[in-house]
């Protein structure tokens, strides 16, 4: 925080930042929620290891090189910015580009979180085997996990405005903005848009009001209820807090097991832990993908990310799930614009299109691999 900023402005960041986890800290897992599994719904959760990569351990881990990546994926790797950032093109230009002891990376122009930062070995970069199964590689070639993904198109949408009643979520004392103000009224207009589309939709809160006193509960019943709908998809709504400078998109899917969340390079036992949301590790990657895309594109603002981490809210689903943080409301500016309907009109209208894309991809798929694979589940 820096110095200049006046006394009150310091109490407020003060107060912005202790509300900066609009997204409730870890919570310790809860129970196991038994919620009797729909066979059409579960999915193995290890994946079809079709592809054996040749490992190296680094910092104690199986990495795969860059390299290999590249001669698998019929890619060219070549070095971009003198040996910090590796480039894995085709005739559509760059489809990877990874960068040295970080963990962020870019599939077609957009910006994703590896579990573990790339290191930089031997003349190449090196991604963890676990980054490789569970994103890289899927990210390029989805039809490789479709026995992974949902059988049938998605009927039924829950969206969870985040926040509500008692929990304000992030606040804006100075503009006077509560999340759970915005995160409902982007939820009206989607559920609009998406019935428009087709879609039957349901609600998690309709009104200004909490699912139960204490958090962890509140978010457990967010589950339960879209479980006990019979949920195809899931998708949790909030706006975010940082300090003032940063503002964009970020979008979050649940973590695979054994993967480290974003920002937590220690890891934990919940890194450890295969939660029921885990079993929609390749749906919720793909309908992460084409959330946070149509966000970037579709609202032209910074891309701060798709990432992994395990939200209570994403854990115990039945069904593909997403969050997504649709702008700072830590940010004076972009503040200011998501407290006017137009823009909350246009984060609505990206995130239908980031529906849409992820069943049009879906069907795709589906067509592409043809009836065989439909009888072969
Ligand atoms: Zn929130």
Same mark, same amino acid.
């Given at each position: 925080?820096?110095?200049?900023?006046?006394?009150? *402005?310091?109490?407020?960041?003060?107060?912005?930042?202790?509300?900066?986890?609009?997204?409730?800290?870890?919570?310790?897992?809860?129970? &196991?929620?038994?919620?009797?599994?729909?066979?059409? &719904?579960?999915?193995?959760?290890?994946?079809?290891?079709? #592809?054996?990569?040749?490992?190296?351990?680094? %910092?104690? $881990?199986?990495?795969?090189? *860059?390299?290999?990546?590249?001669?698998?994926?019929?890619?060219?790797?070549?070095?971009?910015?003198?040996?910090?950032?590796?480039?894995?093109?085709?005739?559509?230009?760059?489809?990877?580009?990874?960068?040295?002891?970080?963990? @962020?990376? =870019?599939? @077609?122009?957009? +910006?994703?979180?590896?579990?573990?930062?790339?290191?930089?070995?031997? @003349?190449?970069?090196?991604?963890?085997?676990?980054?490789?199964?569970? $994103?890289?590689?899927?990210?390029? %070639?989805?039809?490789?996990?479709?026995?992974?993904?949902?059988?049938? *198109?998605?009927?039924? #949408?829950?969206?969870?405005?985040?926040?509500?009643? #008692?929990?304000?979520?992030?606040?804006?004392?100075?503009?006077?903005?509560?999340?759970?103000?915005?995160?409902?009224?982007?939820?009206? %207009?989607?559920?609009?848009?998406?019935?428009?589309?087709?879609?039957?939709?349901?609600?998690?809160?309709?009104?200004?009001?909490?699912?139960?006193?204490?958090?962890?509960?509140?978010?457990?019943?967010?589950? $339960?209820?879209?479980?006990?709908?019979?949920?195809?998809?899931?998708?949790? $709504?909030?706006?975010?807090?940082?300090?003032?400078?940063?503002?964009?998109?970020?979008? =979050?899917?649940?973590?695979?097991?054994?993967?480290?969340?974003?920002?937590?390079?220690?890891? @934990?036992?919940?890194? %450890?832990?295969?939660?029921?949301?885990?079993?929609?590790?390749?749906?919720?990657?793909?309908?992460?993908?084409?959330?946070?895309?149509?966000?970037?594109?579709?609202?032209?603002?910074?891309? +701060?990310? =798709?990432?992994?981490? &395990?939200?209570?809210?994403?854990?115990?689903?039945?069904?593909?799930?997403?969050?997504?943080?649709?702008?700072?409301?830590?940010?004076?500016?972009?503040?200011?614009?998501?407290?006017?309907?137009?823009?909350?009109?246009?984060?609505?209208?990206?995130?239908?299109?980031?529906?849409?894309?992820?069943?049009?991809?879906?069907?795709?798929? &589906?067509? *592409?691999?043809?009836?065989?694979?439909?009888?072969?589940?």
């Amino acid at each position: 925080m820096d110095a200049m900023r006046s006394r009150p *402005a310091c109490i407020l960041m003060l107060v912005l930042v202790a509300l900066t986890a609009c997204v409730a800290p870890a919570q310790p897992a809860p129970a &196991r929620v038994e919620t009797a599994p729909l066979p059409s &719904r579960t999915a193995p959760t290890r994946p079809a290891a079709s #592809i054996l990569w040749a490992t190296t351990k680094l %910092r104690g $881990i199986d990495h795969v090189s *860059a390299r290999d990546l590249a001669k698998h994926f019929g890619l060219k790797a070549a070095w971009t910015k003198g040996e910090a950032v590796m480039a894995l093109s085709d005739a559509r230009g760059a489809r990877f580009t990874f960068e040295g002891n970080q963990k @962020d990376f =870019y599939f @077609d122009g957009l +910006r994703v979180f590896l579990g573990a930062p790339a290191v930089l070995h031997k @003349d190449s970069l090196w991604v963890s085997q676990l980054d490789v199964l569970k $994103i890289v590689a899927p990210l390029l %070639r989805p039809a490789n996990h479709l026995a992974a993904l949902p059988a049938a *198109a998605p009927k039924l #949408i829950v969206l969870d405005p985040g926040h509500g009643g #008692i929990d304000p979520g992030t606040q804006n004392l100075k503009l006077k903005l509560n999340e759970k103000t915005f995160t409902l009224d982007v939820a009206l %207009r989607l559920k609009k848009l998406l019935e428009l589309g087709g879609w039957r939709v349901l609600l998690i809160r309709d009104k200004d009001t909490e699912l139960a006193k204490d958090k962890k509960t509140d978010l457990l019943m967010r589950n $339960i209820t879209a479980n006990r709908a019979k949920a195809d998809l899931f998708l949790s $709504i909030h706006f975010n807090a940082a300090p003032e400078s940063i503002a964009g998109v970020e979008t =979050y899917s649940l973590a695979p097991q054994f993967m480290n969340s974003a920002g937590d390079d220690q890891g @934990d036992e919940m890194t %450890r832990t295969a939660f029921p949301g885990n079993r929609f590790d390749y749906a919720n990657l793909l309908f992460g993908e084409n959330l946070h895309r149509a966000m970037i594109t579709g609202l032209k603002v910074p891309d +701060r990310g =798709y990432k992994h981490a &395990r939200q209570a809210v994403l854990r115990m689903l039945d069904c593909p799930g997403v969050l997504v943080e649709c702008g700072y409301l830590s940010n004076d500016a972009e503040a200011r614009l998501i407290a006017t309907p137009e823009y909350r009109q246009q984060i609505a209208e990206a995130l239908a299109d980031g529906v849409t894309d992820y069943a049009a991809t879906l069907a795709a798929l &589906r067509a *592409a691999a043809g009836p065989e694979a439909a009888k072969s589940r």
